[in-house]
């Protein structure tokens, strides 16, 4: 079965690191978030492509497990230009191109529909609020978003947020979007909103989780080949979704290790430009790195 949708774009993207250039390759967050989440479960994008969009994309995302039935098509894909300098923390944006998601509808494919996990990938948050009301109600939505977003509809932004269960956020994001410097301020006022838990993800250094009343806080893993990061926060996302839908227990102590698998999807999607590492990543990769983690945490 379908399980969980991701929504989010299917984007070419070309962007320029300290390690490389790429024009044009298959990028957008429901990409890296549905190939991550298909280490752990069956997960189906909800998006918009163009028809200059390459059929080998699509392809390779069917080989990865990925449904695709909810992949729309309209004139010209989403596209994004970028480039990170030597903190590759952070990505500049040169341009942003909507395209056809300007005019996307979302329609859901009677095989999602008995889906239980959603994940509401870095999206316009309005298409994100229409797929929260389309959708039966799921057992989590976990959703996540970006300073695009955060610039350009705040207001809309909470309230999808005061829908979603499980808010992902980076710290700058959480900074912008709560208009403070303290990160525990932050995930306060994001706790206040209808959500359940937060999680503030830290670029290299981890991501740190909050419910009501417990904290968590996971490292990041020590790569010292990093070429590309794009996407690691929708493979986070994606992973981390994939899962609570594998495992069904989005008990606080579950939570923690679906943000341990998401920080290790996360950590191979650096390797490489564009989804080049995923591609390759195999389940004992996975389970190396997840001991490796657990040895990390004692002392
Ligand atoms: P991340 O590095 O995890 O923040 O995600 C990078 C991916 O997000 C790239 O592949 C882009 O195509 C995509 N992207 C960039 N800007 C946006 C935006 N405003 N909304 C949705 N996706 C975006």
Request: glycine share 6%; net charge neutral.
């Amino acid at each position: 079965m379908t399980d969980p949708i991701i929504l989010g774009t299917v984007a070419l993207d070309s962007l320029e690191t300290p390690f490389g250039k790429v024009k044009d390759v298959i990028g957008g967050s429901a990409t890296y978030a549905s190939i991550a989440a298909s280490f752990f479960s069956k997960p189906g994008i909800l998006s918009i492509v163009g028809k200059d969009f390459p059929k080998q994309n699509i392809k390779l995302l069917n080989e990865k497990g990925v449904n695709t039935q909810g992949i729309a098509t309209g004139n010209k894909t989403f596209r994004w230009q970028g480039y990170y300098e030597f903190d590759m923390n952070e990505a500049k944006t040169i341009r942003t191109e909507l395209n056809s998601l300007e005019s996307y509808k979302v329609e859901i494919p009677e095989d999602y529909k008995n889906a239980k996990y959603i994940f509401l990938a870095n999206i316009d948050p309005e298409l994100q609020l229409d797929v929260i009301k389309t959708i039966k109600k799921p057992e989590l939505i976990v959703m996540d978003t970006m300073n695009f977003w955060i610039e350009h509809k705040k207001e809309q932004l909470l309230k999808t947020i005061d829908k979603a269960d499980l808010l992902i956020l980076n710290d700058s994001e959480a900074r912008q979007l709560f208009d403070t410097p303290n990160l525990v301020k932050a995930a306060n006022a994001a706790l206040k909103l209808h959500t359940h838990a937060v999680i503030i993800k830290k670029g290299e250094h981890g991501a740190l989780l909050f419910t009501d009343n417990k904290h968590f806080n996971a490292p990041g893993y020590p790569l010292e080949n990093i070429k590309d990061p794009t996407g690691c926060g929708d493979s986070f996302g994606g992973a981390l979704t994939g899962y609570l839908a594998k495992t069904q227990d989005i008990s606080e102590a579950n939570l923690r290790k679906a943000v341990v698998y998401g920080s290790i999807i996360a950590s191979f999607n650096a390797e490489d430009f564009s989804v080049e590492r995923l591609k390759s990543v195999n389940k004992s990769d996975i389970e190396k790195r997840y001991k490796e983690f657990k040895a990390m945490r004692e002392f």
